[in-house]
């Protein structure tokens, strides 16, 4: 009887933080403006490496203590500062993603095909465990790109999510009356069952957006053939060699093969040195560690629970591979 009560407060608590807004205040202040951190090399000639790890969303993070920028922010902010330097001639974005909603895998797409295209910097793209769904979409603009050998990349498509609450409310004895201006006006409400019409008009748009995304594929990676497309329209994901024989991804290798190859894109000397932006100091640095901010706060090991129920995504479009969410 205790545990069912605790358990019940606990859900209580995690339904009452993830609905309400919280004080803006943290006991974990950001540290100051992105500073540059060398990882390696002497030469004048920079690679940054910029992190894009996690959904991808153009929303704020709110956590228990903190709002943590989106990750299109943070992204964006570190193009921005490479831009006012002229000594960067090479940036590679280490991606481990499931993907995010349409619209934010969309504006990083084009934030980062515009910085390239500005600027004449190499892009190379370094995929990490996962880059599925948008996290591959946003990779499109690179010069090169490369995965591990263990990375789950694809899943080129789309997924409309909702929920549906009607069964629930029809076992309590409620119900939602509405009045609406046209017949579609309430369509994807979560209190009733979609009708056909608006289950066809549902596929219609997820079907136009898998287009897009299809064509801007092709339009990027141009040695994709008409039966490669096929293939990868049926949205499913592959590890890194069948990704190679699809065309999705140019090499399968580490990330020292991937500032290598930033190296022969740019035409940099072997020593070029290699960087990333921070807001502190992190003592024993490498490659791996290219986090832009603080480390995981105590929260997170204390109540991880409250971390998943606040990055849940709520009704939309999604270039997103679910099953890793």
């Known amino acids: 009887m205790k545990t069912r009560m605790f358990i019940i407060i606990i859900c209580l608590f995690i339904l009452f933080v993830s609905s309400c807004s919280l004080p803006k205040f943290s006991i974990f202040p950001e540290e100051g403006p992105l500073k540059e951190a060398t990882l390696k090399g002497t030469a004048n000639e920079k690679i940054l490496i910029i992190p894009v790890d996690g959904v991808i969303s153009d929303q704020p993070q709110q956590r228990l203590m903190q709002t943590k920028p989106s990750l299109v922010q943070r992204v964006a902010s570190q193009l921005q500062r490479a831009e006012k330097d002229d000594k960067i001639k090479a940036v590679i974005l280490k991606v481990n993603s499931p993907g995010g909603s349409v619209t934010a895998s969309d504006i990083l797409y084009h934030e980062i095909k515009d910085y390239k295209e500005r600027t004449g910097v190499k892009i190379v793209v370094a995929m990490m465990n996962i880059a599925a769904s948008g996290g591959y979409y946003i990779s499109l603009p690179a010069d090169w790109i490369l995965a591990h050998p263990t990375t789950i990349t694809g899943s080129v498509g789309v997924i409309f999510a909702r929920p549906n609450a009607s069964g629930f409310l029809e076992t309590v004895g409620l119900s939602m009356q509405v009045n609406k201006s046209g017949k579609l006006k309430d369509m994807g409400s979560p209190f009733r069952t979609p009708s056909d019409e608006e289950k066809i008009i549902f596929q219609e748009l997820t079907d136009n957006l898998a287009d897009r ?42 990330l020292q093969e991937a500032i290598e190859k930033a190296i022969s894109l740019a035409e940099l000397p072997k020593n070029a040195r290699v960087i990333t ?34 990055a849940i995504p709520g009704t939309g479009f999604y270039y997103l591979w679910p099953a890793a969410f």
């Open 213 to 254: 995304f299809l064509t801007l594929v092709t339009d990027n990676r141009k040695m994709i053939n008409a039966e490669q497309r096929e293939k990868i329209a049926s949205a499913r994901v592959y590890l890194a060699q069948e990704a190679k024989e699809l065309g999705l991804v140019d090499q399968i290798g580490y």
């Open 277 to 310: 932006f921070r807001k502190r100091h992190s003592e024993d640095d490498t490659l791996y560690n290219v986090t832009v901010s603080r480390p995981p706060s105590a929260l997170k090991t204390i109540a991880p629970v409250l971390e998943t129920v606040s």
